[in-house]
């Protein structure tokens, strides 16, 4: 199950809505972490197989792609500095 923070970075990816989370969350993806480097046509190709039928169109694959690079991007600012705070 995504946790309700990773579930807001996820939201803020432009064209992200709630379904588009509950397809990555039955694909196992449950942070936005998962997604760093990943192929937006792979992971749609995931989801219509869990979904048991062709579901994700162009605008779909470029709604994760969004995502995919929204992870990239986070990724490249480096380790979350609340990390080398705790304990203060």
Do not use: Q
């Not at 992200?16 to 039955?26: F, H, N, S, V």
């Not at 760093?36 to 579901?55: S, Y």
């Amino acid at each position: 199950m995504i946790d309700p923070g990773e579930r807001a970075k996820m939201l803020k990816a432009y064209s992200i809505g709630p379904r588009m989370i509950a397809y990555l969350e039955r694909i196992g993806i449950e942070r936005l972490a998962d997604l760093k480097g990943a192929d937006p046509n792979l992971v749609a190709m995931r989801i219509d197989v869990a979904l048991e039928r062709r579901h994700m169109n162009r605008l779909g694959i470029a709604a994760l792609a969004n995502l995919i690079e929204l992870a990239d991007r986070e990724s490249d600012l480096g380790p979350d500095i609340r990390s080398h705070t705790s304990g203060f």
